[in-house]
């Protein structure tokens, strides 16, 4: 169990980030890692708990065996550490930059406000597994001659794909967009994950015999029902991508954007790919964010890198408070006051702001109308206030997955919420041999669980073609 003493010698480190101003003037990663000698100690604070809640199902959606590798580390064995965490998790280089780590909040000391640095170490064990060349394509020796088809390569299924691959069958990969990576590629910043650790996935992935086609629409560019029919077995993995729409008055003056095309153009221009339409950006402008989650930050860090003005955000929420109430939430996820690397990076931030309306002039945006609202929401008479504006970003969430295309075509069934009906043991939709996964089954949601999906549906499927498996649930 890491140092018996050691929490009590050592104090909670984590890794460090490069100051604001001069993140602020690339899109490249930003955190400074922690030496060897520290993470060890790091590790060495790890309890190995009775019941290790990081570990359970408040803490880690894909029960990596967090003490576990944490004593692997605290021992040096860095490559044992390694394959332990890849045992749960395809991906660990992606969760341990971009996870929230509800494991940190599950950590029995953060009882006292001093987590184990637990996404740091996942971090390093990943990053040290490539750098010491420990992690290779997997290549397995026999054939099932099953076919199966995932549609859209986000998290969850390059995490499909490649358990399936690994399960002997022959898997193939269909992505609308020019690259795989899905909303790790498209939504998220380099400066919170840069995309070579997506390409050198994809080239692990190719060497166990994923086949990639990339710049394929299923259900506008190819047909579904003949690829239904070329395949065993079909997994949905497309996301959930359909923007929720305000519908505010002004909405359509120039200089109103909805996040994701805003998000997708910027990583596009730094990765070097075509962009079709009108650039959209933030240098030498005032701009408006409406939201308050992930998405909303990410496009308040990408304006700064872009040299904006100034970035306010807007959140309907009350302002949360600093501390949670351990005794009542520990060990799930708590409602207080976060800031994110990119808030930090000089955000105005208002709570309890609704959005009455965006003012224009000649056609352009020069304003958003605001009013604080009550507890119920409602805007309260007399606090309104206009916020100057040039640009605004629109991220209030997401409805769903498109539906016209291959939802339309294919008639499986929604719920509600717009997502695709299955159950999270068999994740069979209402078609035959078509499976679901990550957001388009669960809706929008983290990468650590698009991965989870992914690889409990590559389960699904391998029980679906062969009356059994060994893939891990
Ligand atoms: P996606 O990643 O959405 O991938 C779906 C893929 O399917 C896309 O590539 C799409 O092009 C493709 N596709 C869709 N339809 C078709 C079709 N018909 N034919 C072919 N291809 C198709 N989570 C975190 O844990 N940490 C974060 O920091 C974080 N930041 C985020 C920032 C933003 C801006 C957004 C929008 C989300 C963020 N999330 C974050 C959430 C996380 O990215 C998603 O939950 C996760 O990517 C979902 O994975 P997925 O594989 O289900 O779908």
Redesign the pocket.
Known sequence: MGKVTGFLEYDRQEQKYQLAGERVRHFREFTLPLDDNDLKKQAGRCMDCGIPFCHGPTGCPVHNQIPDWNDLVWQSDWEAAARNLHSTNNFPEFTGR???APCEEACTLNLENQPVTIKTIEQAIADKAWEMGWIKPEIVEVSTGKRVAI???????LAAAQQLARAGHEVHV????AKP????R???PDF?MEKYHIDRRVKQMEAEGVVFHCG?????DKNFASLHNEYDAVLF?????DPRDPGLPGQDLAGVHF??PY?TQSNKRVGQEDIAGEPILAAGKHVVVIGGG??AS?CVGTAFRQGALSVTQLDIRPKPPEREDKLTVWPYWPTKMRTSSSQAEGAEREFQAATLGIEGKKGRVVGVQCARVDEKRQPIPGSEFTLKADLVFLAIGFAGS?KT??LEESGVALDRRGNVVANDQDYRTSSDKIFVA???RRG???????IREGRQAARAIDEHLMGTSALPR
Do not use: F
């Open positions: 971009i996870c929230p549609i859209g390569s986000g998290p969850a299924g269909y992505e609308r967009e990576g899905g909303l790790l498209y939504g998220i919170k394929v629409n299923v259900g506008v993995a497309g996301g959930a991508e996040a994701m998000l992930d998405t990410d498109v295309g291959l990550g957001d388009m929008q949601s983290l990468v650590v669980w698009a």
